[in-house]
């Protein structure tokens, strides 16, 4: 029997070539759990999955207690494929279609890990999570969004939601710093300016 010829042009390209150029809408949901399977980040990506908070809350305590036990790091439930790792007390799962390669989605789960630990100083746990939420929603947009896979490398991640390694967030001491640095300086070019019309004037 011959092998049939593919009517897409792109139907032989390789496994690489396919990271380059990811498929449309690969990542179903992704949410964060803690211990307990209580949700503390969720994001759902098609609208016909779980479109009721109660469903989706279903679906995760299903998932939470497929997984929360097992050495494994692909689970398959509902029709889904769920790649998922755990950290201390929290849960990481990304969940594509039946149909989606494991290995695209666990590129994105451990450029979310990698992410959030370079983030969070490497303390991935409930507690840092918790007190850094707007930078974890931050990490999350800049990896997916609309469930189309945008960065799969944890430092263009962090370089791009303005984190550091070595530096952390603006606190309200250097944001009232940096304020006052910018009055003054205002302020000498104001003066600047008044010298420069009184000497003309002079002249």
Known sequence: MTAQS?????????????????SLY???????????????LSKYYDPDLYP?????????????NKTHKADNE????????????????????VVGSAQENELMLMAVLNCLFESLSQMLR????????????DGVFLVVDEIIDGGVILESDPQ?????????????????QSVAQHITEKL????????????????????
């Open 6 to 22: 593919c009517p897409r042009q792109h139907c032989a390209t390789t496994m690489d070539s396919a990271a380059l150029e990811p």
């Open 74 to 93: 692909i689970a398959f439930l509902e029709g889904m494929t769920i790649v998922y790792k755990s950290s201390i007390d929290l849960f990481f799962y």
């Open 26 to 40: 690969t990542v179903k949901a992704v949410f964060i759990l803690d211990n307990d399977g209580n949700r503390l």
């Open 122 to 133: 490497k303390n991935v746990e409930k507690r840092t999570l918790l007190d850094n939420m």
């Open 156 to 172: 263009q991640v962090i370089e791009k939601v303005n984190y550091k390694a070595e530096d952390s967030p603006l606190s309200e």
């Open 52 to 64: 009721s908070m109660k469903e989706q809350k279903n679906f995760e305590k299903n998932v939470f």
């Open 184 to 203: 003054a300086l205002t302020s000498n070019v104001l003066q600047s300016a008044k010298d420069q019309i009184k000497w003309s004037i002079l002249k």
